[in-house]
RNA sequence: GCCGGGGUGGCGGAAUGGCAGACGCAGGCGACUUAAAAUCGCCCGUGGAAACACGUGUGGGUUCGAAUCCCGCCCCCGGCACCA
């Protein structure tokens, strides 16, 4: 071996201690052991085209120092890393090139893995999974199949979003402003057959176990508007001169009374019905227009447009006749499609009325009496009922439970639950997705794969069997998507058509979305190899829950609620143990660019990791992003600042080469010592880990400045920095003369005692500004204080009296004169 | 409009009722060097020669004492947006 290096040199000793670990397989996840164990877990990347990204690095940072934190302390750690691979962009890059998008996702795989492995993090490589393998298909198949036998899977011919310029359709997650999420093409709404998933069976529990995680509360509360639980009535009016009714769903049932008309949606059924002839055409073109009105246009334009459609509905509180209108306000996908419209008291309905000319009846006020002048905006708040007969002097409440119990009496209503999340749409017209495993029968009189005519039996889909999983994606020549709903694989007919005892039959073309294979990949991490079950059941029990999970806040409600779904459903199955799989969730902020923009490659201001890598060193790139600022905060990139961090670490290195054996800590190092090792132990728990690196410093500063530097401090000091700089940890460890690896040695430990000093400064205040220090023995009292003040303060206590003395012990001596 | 987060030196930030600006960047001065870089040391909120005064978006309030707690307002970021 070379002698001694005396210069701190990243590109020697990283790629050193990366082969090291690799040989040594440090970070394997230990198995049947009884120590505590901790499951820390990145949102693995969908592995792009153009690499890691400064983004990345920053949750995968934090996750790499708390794992590495635990397993000194004590804990077997499972850390795994693995790649969301199937989505649009390798299909996107196959439609131009050719280039089999299996292939397009290999190479970009391999790219994101060298550059994390660049970068030291301690992942348990062996568990690597990837969502696009046949391996993981099966299992997201077979949860598939789970839901499909639970009724929890479903065909619908749904209004859907579907995007021409992507050929396929988009969940409403997907939908921004009437635009696709990705790419940002127009979405028009049609009618196509779909597979919905039930998502919202579980609303309640997907609501209510919101209560048992630790997730931001600003997650937590997407989440929950996001569901949209709302508490009301379901009301049924009749209609004058025709046998039907029509339901309406309201959450202020108390306010009937002032009910003054009703609006349906227009793709309501029930306006074909009770529009009258001479209304028929203006309600005809109405709802042609509505049709036509893309989501885009819906939000642009809140104007409470709506024409009348002749019919009349009876109030069943009061046998009040009042006009019906159709409206686009009016949500056909919402409640039941049809309203009671109360002006007085709904912002919405106020303005229809005003500029239809509807009258405005006040039923709720604050003082129980009605107001002198007639409303010139809703009254949206709780009160008082009046003009509402026998229920007048009601408070909201009371009346709302009276109210609802007579109409249930009646047969008139019954209280209702609703809730703004709907199915989640969930088959896609793609290529490159996860195939749905169902058939369907085929009525045919030849072969269909040599043009026969067929007609599809779309109404009794058949599952594929469990034994037959994987179900593999066909060949293809060309990814282009077509104008043909039933999706791409439509056009692989030997591949969708095939015969069992001499019936056709037709493979499902539709693929399922992104979002699948990040629904569970937490648990294939648990058991990557497990070709019996998704994951075994002993291994969950032990593993799970995800103890810590960071990821970005734009998955705040998409993948977050969709994995908790299928988690709950798997619950259900008895697959796992636990009712949610993310017990702490941190969401790290973004990364902007020099300027304080967003980095994009259009602004030119984006950061390649390799290049601060190959500058700086992976040591300093991982505390430089560590000490940028809070985790959770947004921060602007500024690549100078990192030779800040870069003097830090090559001063750990310096300092190091002077360790001495034979010096001893003095006391007010030792105190140093275990303040930092305090500060640096709790900063780690709270994931405060600007302030952990710059105690550090501290440290560092303080040692260099001595003549003969302890080894014994040193090797404190190398504990503590090695989970944010591990490479430079493993080496100076190795410098003092220990044998690799530090992440084997237990976490430093510290005494509350030996942080105090003996002597503390306290300011003195009069009339609450400083005016001078003393110097005190520690929990020194308020006497002791009072007589060291006097000298200290000098000419700012002549001639005035003290009226009065404050004396926080060890802080403060506040004298009011 | 509604919900959530935030506003502190030239910059990133620290301090969550007790000395505002830790730590770092940038800047200034000095040492070393033939010189430069690197490194090391010192200075660095504003005004002021100093004493001192002022200072955490803004206006009030509570308190012996407020960046921190309370009320009103302004601005920035993120989410939702006719959900009856």
Redesign the pocket.
Known sequence: MAGAMTRYDPATIEPKWQAYWDEDDTFRTPEGTDRPKTYILDMFPYPSGSGLHVGHPEGYTATDIVARYRRAAGFDVLHPMGWDAFGLPAEQHAIVTGTHPRDTTARNISTFKRQLKMLGFSYDWAREIDTTSPEYVKWTQWIFLKLFKRGLAYQSEVAVNWCAELGTVLA??EV??GLSERGGHPVERMPLRQWVLKITAYADRLLEDLGEVEW???TR??QQ??I?R?E?AEVNFDVVGHDAVIE?????PDTLFGATFM?L?PEHPLVQVLTTDERRDEVAAYVEQAKNKS?RD??A?????GVFTGGLAINPVNGAEVPIYI????????????????PAH????F?FATTHGIPIIEVVSQTGAPADAPLKVAMTEQGIAVNSSKYDGLRTAEFKSRVTADLEAAGKGISRV???L?DWVFSRQRYWGEPIPIYFPVDTEGDPRAGADYTIRYSEPIAVEESELPLRLPELDDYKPGTDPAGVLARAEDWRFFQKDGQWFARETNTMPQWAGSCWYYLRFIDPDNTRALCSPDLAAQWLPVDLYVGG??H??LHLLYARFWHKVLYDEGAVPTKEPFKKLVHQ??ILGEG?Q?MSKSRGNVVNPDDIVAEFGADSMRIYEM????L?????W?T?????????L??VF?VTLRADASASPDDALRRLQHQTTRKVTEDIEAM?F??A???M??L??DL??LEQVPTEVLGVLAKLVHPFAPHLGEEVWEMLGHAPSIQAEPWPTYDRALCEQDE????V?I?????A?ITLAKNATEAQAVAADHEAVGT?LDGKTIR?T?W?PN??L?L?V
């Not at 100078?640 to 830090?648: D, E, K, M, Q």
Request: hydrophobic share 35%; no cysteine; charged share 30%.
């Open positions: 409403n997650e921004i402003n931001p509360n600003s509360i997407m508007e996001w949209g709302s009301g309406v769903f309201t959450t202020r609006v949606a989501e819906r939000q334009n809140k104007d409470k447009t409206a686009d306000y009016v949500l056909w996908g919402y409640g039941t499609g049809a309203i009671m419209a109360v709904d912002e919405r309905d303005e609703e809730y703004k709907r806040a734009e705040a409600v902020g973004m304080g967003k000490f940028m600022g809070p959770e905060a947004t921060k602007p500024n100078s600042s990192i030779s800040g961090v870069r003097r830090f090559d001063r310096a405060r600007n302030t690196i710059s105690a410093m501290v560092t500063n260099m400045k503390v400064e306290v300011p205040q009339n609450g500004k400083v005016r220090r700012h009065k404050i926080v802080k403060i506040n009011i």
